[in-house]
């Protein structure tokens, strides 16, 4: 059976895709969305060519679009899933 690797990389190039649409359909410029969030122009520009970012750029981007309740869902999923998951040991 094969599995199919995912990526750091990958992950990291498709949320800078993903930032960078949400960025340009909001009709924002790179600067725009930085001074929005008290970052530099190159931290979002490094996020959004899937440079190495902080966790902190990340959450405050998917803070302004409205998608951190989406994460903080999902991760609380995981969490449950976890937690229902009896041990074998």
Sequence with gaps: MIFDTVKIKDVKSDMGETVRLLRKNSK???????????????????????????????????????LLRNLKTEIARVKQDAEDTKSLY
Aim: overall charge negative; cysteine-free; hydrophobic content about 40%.
């Design 28 to 66: 924002l410029s790179q600067q725009d969305l930085a001074d929005l969030l008290n970052l530099s122009r190159l931290t979002i520009q490094n996020l959004e060519s899937g440079k190495n970012f902080t966790i902190d750029t990340l959450l405050k981007v998917l803070q302004h679009f409205d």
